[in-house]
């Protein structure tokens, strides 16, 4: 299909392709097998060591940080030219942290590079960029604070002297117990809407008060860490403010809207590696006769898969141009996203299904890609509050029109 990229976009997409098939999968491969040889924590260990590995492979092949400015090592890529790209790497789990495009990491290179100070960006940016360091992006809270309604949020940060003092309780903070600074989310201005009352701080993971309870246990993103934190007057100078005091909101917009979407690539990929898994599956396995290739109703469900995963691509594509000419295409955006989110667990199910036992195996990947994809309808904002969205633009934009419905006042009236 051709989705008018650019040369650029189409290059680095192929390498980037050539990569993952080439060099992650096979190690892909080598790790799933030793589920049953060694525990989670030996499997970790060595899949960090692999992943660094991988990552001199992508620096040597020009494919690392994609997203990431030239200056800090990256190729720096044009919004719109990183969707293939972010496809490719989603092929792997293993893949997107070797590019060093997985979240929170590459949201928070977004935000850093686009509201940080020259100070804040050799601190924190460049080290991140390189992947010598990790970070969190803390905003969710417990009930009954901020959640999909970012508006319940209830840490604060209150301004003594020439420092900030944080309070509050977070938690799904990817990342978090990993972490060496957390981007947190606060409320500076009490009395004001918190749009306009939230500001940004970045916080090192090792500050006093800043208290790792727990890693939520949860299904999908095996080795990821998603942390409940607390907050108890944790003091950073006022320079570790983001960005401009009571912006916050505005900021993680900036990093919501392109995060919703590179995350619908990566999906996309992921779905697309799994018909593949699939396909190779359908053509090797008989049944009642024949090779399950040739059933007909297995051929409509890869035909339907594939047709939703163009109108994806072709979705993403639309909203990125919408971003890319300075809007802030909150609709386009929030319809993609759940568009996305549905298909992509709808069609890695099918894949699933296809692979009988296989499937909800975990010697291949797909049990664990319908784990992640799940996860996808509820993080970076549920399905409901992006339809709700999508609803109320409908609505307060539509053009009533008294014609349309006359005649069944007029029917009623008989």
């Not at 860490?225 to 993680?252: C, K, M, Q």
């Amino acid at each position: 299909m051709g989705y008018q990229d650019s040369e650029r976009a189409r290059e680095v997409a192929e390498r980037t392709r050539e990569f993952v098939d080439d060099v992650v999968l096979p190690k892909e491969r080598e790790l799933l097998g030793q589920r049953d040889e060694r525990d989670a924590a030996d499997r970790q260990e060595e899949a960090r060591d692999i992943i660094d590995d991988l990552r001199e492979e992508a620096r040597d092949r020009e494919v690392y940080g994609p997203q990431i400015p030239e200056e800090y090592g990256g190729l720096g890529m044009a919004f719109d030219d990183l969707l293939p790209v972010f496809e490719e790497a989603g092929r792997s789990i293993l893949a997107m942290r070797a590019l060093q495009v997985a979240a929170p990491d590459e949201g928070n290179i977004h935000v850093l590079d686009a509201a940080g100070t020259e100070a804040q960006k050799e601190e924190y940016l460049r080290p991140l960029a390189n992947a010598e360091v990790n970070s969190g992006f803390s905003m969710t809270e417990p009930m009954d604070g901020s959640g999909s309604d970012p508006k319940q949020i209830r840490t604060t940060a209150e301004k003594d002297g020439d420092e900030w003092v944080i309070d509050g309780h977070k938690w799904w903070t990817t990342q978090g117990s990993d972490a060496d600074f957390l981007i947190v989310v606060a409320r500076t201005d009490q009395e004001a809407h918190p749009y306009t009352g939230t500001s940004l701080f970045v916080v090192d993971a090792d500050a006093d008060g800043v208290e790792i309870v727990r890693d939520v246990p949860h299904m999908g993103e095996a080795g990821l860490a998603h942390s409940e934190i607390f907050y108890d007057g944790v003091r950073v100078p006022e320079e570790n403010l983001l960005g401009t005091e009571n912006a916050g909101f505005a900021i993680a917009q900036q990093r919501l809207g392109p995060a919703r979407l590179t995350h619908c690539m990566r999906f996309v990929g992921m779905a697309d590696r799994s018909l593949d898994v699939a396909k190779a599956y359908m053509d090797e396995r008989n049944a009642f006769g024949d090779p399950l290739i040739e059933k007909q109703a297995l051929r409509f469900d890869i035909a339907d898969a594939e047709t939703r995963l163009h109108a994806i691509r072709s979705m993403v594509r639309h909203a990125a141009r919408q971003i890319a000419a300075g809007e802030q295409a909150r609709t386009e955006v929030a319809m993609t996203k759940v568009f996305a989110a549905e298909t992509v667990q709808e069609v890695i199910d099918d894949c699933v299904q296809i692979c009988g036992g296989n499937g909800i195996g975990k010697d291949l990947p797909l049990a664990d890609f319908y784990e992640n994809v799940r996860c996808f309808r509820i993080i970076d904002g549920a399905d409901e509050v992006h339809k709700r969205s999508i609803a109320r633009s409908a609505l307060d934009d539509a053009e009533i029109v008294p014609e349309e419905i006359e005649h069944v006042t007029r029917f009623g009236e008989r």
